[in-house]
């Protein structure tokens, strides 16, 4: 054994007492039963073990850290951090807990924590590449793309085949908006990888930024050839359609990517939107429906349902789901207009008109809003600032506030 090592264990040991020896040893074996029963699928045992394993020795980190990684296989995150923060008092010098710390903060969402984790990480082990790109998806994750950039760059420096970092970089590129260099990148990786369907489905969406829509399907055909489950290549290509004007094979995608995977929120909403287009409207709430299932909290797929299902006739529905929106998005200048809107249809005209009185305050421009609320007050028999409402809305290019000015104000 090198002496440099063998010197602070025989430090170690002089200092220890035989019974912390046998503590430490005793942890060490509860540790070893723990890992067979885990490996033998009895996580309640294993647990037990590894609990046992602290209590002989509550100063030993690993102890700690074996029941923290269990804790958090069980989803039992916010215990499995406890674990970690006590493992990390013990040993503060490990990079190893820092990291896997910062992965367990971001499955709750702490992700300015894990950035400080992984940044306390890396100070420990400057070179290690992983730990960079772990923090570099945590600052992607929180939005802050340049301090991403930077340390995507660096490691590109290091590794420029490295065909995951190419697309994480152009995918920032796509974060800030300059589509053109994100393809660039996407090419770059495509070049080492040409294979990959994933580098054809992300040029693809690239080219669709750049309203390069017959470039961006033929990408899509590429990654749905090499990889026929590919759920998202299949959502992506559907909506390519769509703009394409390629109404039946846009539901078909849809429909694949849906039938692949059911657990896309997003996909839902888009079909649903492709069903609206069709007339479908009983379809199009059936998919926003499975949408907020999926995502309660989905904004615009509670604004439509609420839109369909007014036009289904379902009025006390869309009041809930606009109430719901409003709760979700207080500022909603659209929102706001909706639930005038119903207000309208019930001839409730000056609850109506102070919900538009809301829309117009939150954005003076919103052209429907201006037309419903001068609808309204011609109906309270006001047509003076009924028709102020109109021209503002027909200035704005509402040609359905125009055609109202001739009918109500040629006076």
Known sequence: MNRAILLPLLALFAIASPGQI????????????????????????????????????????????????????????????????????????????????????????????????????????????????????????????????????????????????LLKRGSVSLQMDNAPEALEWFERANKVSPRLAVVHDLRAVALMKLLRWKNALTALDSALTLDPDFDLAYYNRGLVHLQLGNTAQARADMDKALTIGRDKAHVFFQRALVRKRDGDLVGAQEDYDRALELAPDYLEAQYNRAFVRKQLGDHAGAFADVEKALLLAPDDPDAWTMKGNLHLLYGEFEEAIAHFDRAVSLTSDHANALFNRGLAYHMTYRPLQGCDDLRRAAALGSQEAADALIYFCSF
């Open 22 to 165: 046998n503590n430490r040893l005793e942890s060490i074996q509860l540790i070893q039963q723990g890992d067979i029963a885990l490996r033998m699928g009895n996580s309640e045992q294993a647990m037990l073990h590894y609990t046992n394993a602290i209590q002989k020795d509550m100063a030993f980190a690993d102890a700690y850290m074996k029941r923290a990684t269990l804790l958090s296989r069980l989803g039992q995150n916010t215990q499995a951090l406890a674990d970690m923060d006590r493992a990390l008092e013990l040993n503060p010098y490990s990079e190893w807990i820092h990291d896997r710390r910062a992965k367990t903060r971001m499955l709750v969402n702490d992700v300015k924590g894990a950035e400080e984790d992984w940044s306390k990480a890396i100070a420990l082990h400057p070179y290690d590449e992983l730990l960079r790109e772990h923090r570099a998806d945590a600052w992607l994750a929180a939005g802050d793309i340049e301090r991403a950039k930077a340390d995507l760059d660096s490691m590109i420096a290091h590794k420029p085949g490295d065909v995951l970092l």
